[in-house]
């Protein structure tokens, strides 16, 4: 798994956040399988309640076809074998686990979405885990185009207890950050977590906005490392999808937060994006506190959706 590992506090908390998936649309794919005969039927039925359970219609029918073939090869016979198969498929899409680029002196996130998605919490729950493992910890307020983000992002640095740089509204984002990196640098600081504004409507200047916060990390501390994250709120299905494929085209995305996990009966957009994009999820919110994330585990995940 991960740098810190996955231990049974994280299973808890991951088979209580996933309790309305695995209760809701994957309850009744579990169903349609258990039991069951293995035929062309049964196959056409778990194509159309994987799409339910917001799993991309082409991703549905890779998975399909990826079960008749792994029932072929294995000669299952029934349905709670395939269902079992199945689960493994899930697990591996969703692979490879790589490990974030958290070497650099400092590690820099940038965090990137729309504005609903969870976008500030998330960066208020990385920084108290990451805070939980050692290290310290910087926030930078780079969203300056709306009015109430810093201040918000103020109050959720107060909670998990570590400091942020900010400037006035229509401040040059890049700036703050490259101040922010300044200052951790001097200060011994490990990490800077770094917000950004969550405008889509002009794609243009977003990239190159994006393009010059690159920059900016790079000259204000050139042994940085730099990881951009991008947060999808997981209850918003295709909607979701969309934001990926937007973002994809502007910024060059290394992983993704899942946020809302925990309020979702689908939970397939986690299946849906990392197929569709080839970027791996990352960290999934399982809860409203500040300790309710989780680094991804795609095995885990697959167990606990199939769980009964």
Known sequence: MGLFGFGKKEKDKMKDGLEKTRTGFWGNILNTLTGSKIDDDLYDELEEQLILAD??????????????DRVQEKGLKTGEQAADALRDIIADEMRPETEM??????????????????KTTSIAKLADYYTRQGKKVMLAAGDTFRAAASEQLEIWA???????????????????IFDTVKSATARGYDMVIADTAGRLHN?????????KISRSVKKAAPEASLETLLVLDSTTGKNAVSQAQEFSEIAEITGLVLTKLDGTARGGIAITVTDQFDIPIKYIGVGEGIDDLLEFNPTQFAEEIFDE
């Not at 680029?101 to 969870?118: E, Q, T």
């Not at 909670?159 to 040059?172: L, Q, T, Y």
């Not at 794609?203 to 393009?211: G, Y």
């Open 203 to 211: 794609k243009s200047n977003l990239m190159n906005e994006l393009s």
């Open 55 to 68: 799993v991309g219609g082409d991703v549905a029918m890779k998975l399909v076809d990826a079960l008749r």
């Open 101 to 118: 680029a958290l070497d650099g002196h400092p590690a820099v996130i940038l965090v990137i979405g729309v504005n609903g998605v969870g």
């Open 158 to 176: 107060g909670r998990a207890g570590v400091p942020i740089v900010k400037a006035g509204e229509g401040a040059d984002p890049a700036a703050v």
